[in-house]
């Protein structure tokens, strides 16, 4: 199992930048993908950034260039940092760990984001 605690999210207006981090502990053996997903109201989860652990990453076509996602495998710990946000950045953002071997998926419980217009 692995435990995935975020901390980071809040209410900031448009054009600002938060930074979101997640520290994972537990067993962390065959983890290679580290990431953020977000959810807005009515709509369905989807993938903002990830990042593997030899540092390759992948984003979200309406974060490139705003959001950095950066990992720190000593620590276990992933961040994203986001820059220029938008009224539609606002949603419920979640840390995710993938597993390859035996394949599993872990989950935060979500921080809130919040731009205001």
């Known amino acids: 199992q692995v435990q995935l605690v975020e901390s980071g999210g809040g209410l900031v207006q448009a054009g600002g930048s938060l930074r979101l981090s997640c520290a994972a502990s537990?067993?962390?053996?065959?983890?290679?993908?580290m990431g953020w997903y977000r959810q807005a109201p009515g709509k369905q989860r989807e993938l903002v950034a990830r990042?593997?652990?030899?540092?390759?990453?992948m984003y979200a076509d309406s974060v490139k260039g705003r959001f950095t996602i950066s990992r720190d495998n000593a620590k276990n710990s992933v961040n994203l940092q986001m820059n220029s946000l938008k009224p539609e950045d606002t949603a419920v953002y979640y840390c995710?760990?993938?597993?390859?071997?035996?394949?599993?998926?872990?989950w935060g419980q979500g921080t809130q984001v919040t731009v205001s217009s």
């Open positions: 995710n760990v993938g597993r390859t071997y035996p394949r599993a998926d872990y």
């Open positions: 537990g067993s962390m053996f065959n983890i290679i993908f």
């Open positions: 990042i593997s652990s030899g540092g390759s990453t």
